[in-house]
């Protein structure tokens, strides 16, 4: 390369460089301040007398019970002793709720910070409740589209519980874009959610993927941790018998027991929802590269465990897709225009069954029946007659 072509590069890559510098802004700008609290009550878990659902979100299983999330407050108690007559029983309060599972009789969730184990079979206003405090970090940003400067959280200062807008005089802390920019001390927040299997929980704690022992359930014991990538993970999940870490731009595997990285599949990191039944995934993805340019499909794949590639069976257009369990020989979409079933025993996936009616937003399934979150109601399905064409139970209103 002579003199000019190496003077040429330069003037280009000083170029391109200027046209991705995002300067920070110094001085008083408009940016979002958190609020904090110190209030003990917000670390209290109690059992509470029904209550009207304001903020409705995903659903859980337990037993003949179905939980449904109320955003950032806790979960309602619905009995399905009787299918037929569902009625709530209880709200379980635990502030700054955002993920959870169940295990046997155990429930796990994050209380703000802290890792809770509450016990199911003994809801009362005053039950014990294990407690494991500090295993996520505080939410170090707020969200939203408009949000670039704020305030650096002090954790000092109490428990963030909401974020509201102010100038700010020399901000440390922004976001920009899809990007968490930050300086050393401000790192950021990951609740990817709760994975338990053969007695360990596991969880992404900022950027560290950690097992606890669940052999005392009501007090859960951490085992190991294990550093993960620098960036923001998506969610945790069990892929067979391994831990799936994904992230936006890959899907890593890691064994459940070292917690080692054993190696990633880089065909379904561009996946909306996936899950596995033997050495067989199951994504719904919508995205270019990978499925197609507009239309959602459902993939059928084999994993291939010893190489990075999985190997796409089938597939079928099945429209926008909010959420999927598989039961049986059946998988039951809960899609924009109500429920799909779909039969995916053979070598080919079929649209076997529909029930049209508003958006679906989650479905569960507990044995026989199925639970899918419509607009403003839970609607509860029978598969014991009929796998194909499920039948209608019962709607709760909330």
């Keep these: 390369m002579n003199r000019l072509q190496t003077y040429v590069l330069f003037i280009v890559c000083c170029l391109l460089a200027a046209c991705y510098d995002d300067p920070w802004e110094r001085g008083v700008v408009e940016g979002y301040v958190p609020i904090y609290s110190t209030d003990a009550s917000l670390k209290q878990i109690s059992f509470q007398p029904p209550r009207k659902t304001v903020n409705g979100g995903k659903l859980f299983t337990a037993g003949m019970n179905v939980l449904q999330e109320e955003i950032d407050s806790g979960l309602h108690v619905i009995s399905y002793q009787d299918p037929a007559r569902p009625v709530k029983t209880g709200f379980l309060r635990i502030p700054g709720f955002q993920v959870a599972a169940i295990d046997g009789d155990y429930l796990y969730a994050n209380n703000y910070n802290d890792l809770v184990a509450i016990p199911l079979k003994a809801l009362s206003a005053n039950m014990t409740v294990g407690r494991v405090a500090g295993v996520w970090r505080q939410l170090d940003y707020p969200s939203g589209p408009d949000v670039n400067y704020f305030e650096c959280v002090d954790p000092s200062k109490g428990i963030v519980i909401g974020w509201h807008k102010a100038k700010i005089n020399n901000p440390k802390c922004r976001r920009s874009g899809e990007q968490d920019i930050y300086n050393p001390d401000a790192v950021g927040h990951n609740n990817a959610g709760l994975v338990i299997s053969r007695g ?23 085992l190991k941790s294990r550093q993960l990538l620098g960036t923001k993970v998506d969610s945790v999940f069990l892929l067979n018998n391994e831990l799936a870490v994904l992230y936006s ?24 929802k ?37 190997i796409e069976l089938n597939r079928l257009q099945v429209g926008e897709t909010n959420a999927f369990v598989i039961a049986g020989s059946y998988m039951y979409l809960a899609a924009e225009q109500g429920m799909v079933t779909i039969n995916i025993a053979g070598a080919t996936l079929e649209r076997v069954g529909e029930v049209t009616d508003v958006a679906y937003s989650d479905i569960v399934n507990s044995g026989n029946l199925l639970f899918v979150l419509g607009k403003r109601e839970i609607i509860c399905y029978s598969i014991a007659a009929s796998p194909v064409s499920p039948g209608l139970i019962s709607k709760l209103p909330y």
């Design 200 to 222: 360990k929980l596991y969880l992404v704690n900022a950027e560290s993927l950690a097992a606890y022992s669940l052999s005392s359930p009501g007090q859960p014991v951490i």
């Design 249 to 272: 731009t890959r899907l890593n595997r890691h064994d459940t027991t070292s917690l080692e990285y054993t190696s990633h599949y880089r065909d379904l990191t561009d996946c909306l």
């Design 274 to 310: 996936l899950t596995a039944t033997g050495d067989i995934a199951y994504a719904i993805s919508s995205r270019k590269r990978f499925c197609g340019a507009t239309s959602l499909y459902l993939i059928k794949s084999r994993l291939k465990k010893d190489t990075t590639a999985s």
